[in-house]
């Protein structure tokens, strides 16, 4: 639990002809992560069939690209539930046949939908900015000058720089109908002797109909109109697709299948008759790569920093190994700090929100998005949400808050009356998690041999415990022994920063204020705790008036503290986590176990994924 | 007197939020703007660019608890 998965390092050496075989069987099982080979001496590309297979996964990625642009963010944050569809029938070269006439089809039709959308939004603009142009002209109703060149005069309407439009008026019959700071809008009336003089100085608005502006404004909303037609039209046809959307889900995994089997081969050595597979699989699971036939096995312990992390834990702390991953995955003989933060995080978030309302809100919340939500990330973030809110609640009760002050009973602690207490409860965990950490610190870097970094852990433990006594002599009746082991104790630390110059000097306020840190617990309980009472006030005092009235802002007034303590709960919380706790003890840099194998969450083949025969 | 010495000690609290909320606004958009940056150019930089845009934020809420501290004691002190 401490530490990730154990593993071993599995070499699997097998002839070329049951490569293939041997290949799907690996897939099948799920358990061999592969390594870069270094003996590769003829590795073959299949480079026909790869091409082929990127090329519809290509296609089915534009498909879904259009499918995506009509979801809304909270369908993108949900996502969709998809059946899986059972591809019973299709073999391998029946499936590709199959498959690559209904993507072809349907890709088809999503390039005609998108070219016309394209062709809609110009066109749409253009409609626009011509209404926009022509509403200068409303005031010409005459044909004066309407478009209608003849042999001796040029009409239309045009775009004159203030500066020549003196210049201009000597000898063209213009009028101005809209003036600004640069432009001048005219309609004008030229005779073509002079039109070559001047045509530079105009610029020439085109129009699309030859009629008066009040009218060509008419007949371009009309044109607006049938480009509603048409969208309505697009929006038909991406329904029709999206109503084969499991079944390209489908296909697009089998194509990915078969994609990451090809793929695998670049990462084996080769000879002429023979292949090599390297890699790792779990301690626990090795017993099912003895099942795989023609091939010669070669097991053997590990301890190399290359080896894939796989963060194994219960289910109840599973959701928070995402936690630890958004930081970084440990090393291989690392710490896996996954269980500290399933202790941390919740508490800290619980200290936060410390509210018995705002927790039962978040709670039905999370749960509401993990019931919704078709996304594993998404489903683990809402597990971490829903502890945190329990022990929110938790705090809720301890503090004596619910929607702030609205309630009161009696209570152990009080955010608004005694914030100076829970000002040194904040202070007393930030003490005891950084430590853990320092603790930790030692643990690590004296198994994994890193001296540094064990000397540093073991100078900030003294300068903890030197402060401590020197504290302790000062304010009690204590030998006086105690002042001097505590004042060795500080320059032993103080002695190890200046061994690293400046900076190491700089760290010692900077050791004492990552501690002071912790406050922000305090400061974010009280803050929201002043909220809701600021928020309940208004409302009281507007109940006199109307119980209805009152609460529009104490429904606004809550939901926004909800919402502003839900993510400030959540980011402070991981920050106290990977700031003040991982920089005592943890680096990651360890890369994630990734086995080959088959995904089946939406088709499924009789036969396929049941492990190896 | 006490009416003034309130009157500072709320001038005071005042300050301490305002100026490092002012400080820690401006501080936490150039970094939340690199963070979305970092983000979108690697989604594995999530977290730390997560922990990284409220890293600014800590200065805020050291004024307010500044301000705290003051009206806590500062109006204990006056009362007194």
């Known amino acids: 639990m401490l530490k990730p998965s154990r593993m071993k390092k599995v070499e699997i050496i097998g002839l070329k002809k049951y490569k293939e075989d041997i290949i799907t069987k690996i897939q099948h099982l799920n358990v061999l992560h592969i390594k870069t080979s270094n003996i590769s001496e003829t590795n073959e590309n299949p480079s026909i069939i790869i091409h082929k297979v990127l090329s519809n996964l290509e296609k089915i990625h534009e498909i879904k690209q259009l499918l995506k642009l009509k979801q809304n963010m909270l ?23 199959k498959s690559e006439l209904f993507i072809n089809n349907i890709h088809k039709k999503t390039k005609d939908i998108i070219k016309s959308k394209t062709e809609i939004t110009k066109f749409e603009e253009n409609i626009k900015n011509e209404i926009n142009l022509l509403t200068y002209f409303k005031s010409i109703h005459t044909d004066q000058f309407q478009k209608q060149d003849t042999s001796q005069i040029i009409k239309g309407f045009g775009i004159v720089k203030v500066r020549d439009l003196r210049e201009i008026k000597k000898h063209i019959v213009i009028k101005i109908t809209r003036m600004d700071e640069d432009n001048i ?15 530079t100085k105009i610029k020439i608005i085109k129009t699309t109909y030859n009629v008066m502006p009040l009218v060509a404004i008419e007949y371009l909303k009309q044109d607006l109109l049938d480009i509603d037609n048409k969208k309505i039209e697009n929006k038909n046809l991406i329904e029709t697709i999206r109503k084969k959307e499991d079944m390209i889900l489908a296909i697009e995994e089998r194509w990915q299948n078969i994609k990451t089997r090809i793929r695998s081969e670049r990462h084996m050595g080769c000879t002429d008759k023979t292949f090599i597979i390297e890699g790792w699989a779990p301690q626990d699971k090795i017993n099912q790569i003895h ?31 995402k936690l630890t991953q958004w930081f970084a995955l440990p090393k291989y003989n690392d710490i896996d700090p996954t269980l500290f933060i399933a202790i941390a995080f919740p508490l800290f978030f619980g200290i936060i929100v410390a509210d018995i309302a705002y927790g039962i809100i978040i709670l039905l919340l999370s749960t509401a998005l993990f019931m919704k939500t078709s996304k594993d990330t ?21 503090f004596g808050s619910f929607f702030g002050n609205l309630l009161s009973f009696k209570s152990l602690f009080n955010a608004m009356k005694n914030p100076i207490q829970i000002m040194i409860f904040s202070l007393l965990l930030g003490f005891i998690h950084t430590n853990m950490g320092l603790v930790l610190g030692v643990i690590s870097s004296f198994k994994n041999k890193n001296y540094p970094r064990l000397i540093d852990s073991i100078s900030w433990l003294c300068l903890e415990i030197g402060l401590i006594i020197y504290i302790l ?17 500080i320059t032993i630390t103080i002695l190890n920063q200046t061994r690293k110059g400046i900076s190491g000097i700089i760290e010692i306020p900077g050791f004492i204020a990552s501690w002071i840190s912790y406050i922000r617990l305090m400061a974010l309980t009280v803050a929201t705790a002043w909220l809701a009472f600021v928020v309940n006030l208004v409302a009281i005092s507007l109940s006199d008036i109307s119980i209805v009235l009152a609460s529009i802002p104490f429904i606004i007034g809550h939901a926004f503290i909800t919402i502003t303590n839900l993510i400030s709960a959540f980011v402070h919380s991981l920050r106290l986590n990977y700031v003040e706790f991982f920089n005592r003890f943890y680096e990651g840099g360890g890369k994630e176990y990734k086995p080959l194998k088959l995904n089946n969450k939406y088709h499924k083949i009789n036969g396929e994924n049941n492990g190896c025969s | 007197m006490v009416v003034a010495e309130i009157g500072l000690i709320s001038i005071g609290a005042g300050l301490a939020v305002g100026i490092a909320a002012a400080g820690s606004g401006i501080g936490q958009g150039m970094a939340v703007a690199a ?18 845009a409220a890293l600014t934020e800590t200065q805020a809420l050291y004024g307010f608890t500044i301000a705290i501290i003051l009206i806590v004691f500062g109006f204990g002190l006056v009362v007194v």
């Open chain 1, 185 to 199: 809008y005219i309609a004008f009336n030229a005779l073509k002797s002079n039109w070559d003089k001047y045509k």
């Open chain 1, 378 to 398: 998404i489903k683990d973030i809402s597990k971490i949400i829903m502890t945190s809110s329990i022990i929110a609640i938790f705090f809720g009760i301890l």
């Open chain 1, 75 to 97: 369908k993108t944050l949900i996502g969709t539930k998809h059946k899986q569809i059972e591809l019973d029938g299709y073999t391998d070269s029946a499936f590709t046949h």
């Open chain 1, 473 to 489: 002599t000062k304010t009690s009746t204590i030998p006086i022994i105690y002042t001097y082991i505590s004042l060795t104790l």
């Open chain 1, 291 to 321: 099942k795989i036939p023609n091939i010669v096995l070669s097991i053997q312990d590990t301890e190399d920093t290359e080896t894939p992390i796989k963060l194994e834990h219960n289910k109840l702390i599973k959701p928070f190994e």
């Open chain 2, 35 to 52: 963070a979305i940056g970092a983000t979108a150019e690697n989604e594995n930089m999530f977290g730390k660019a997560l922990a990284m």
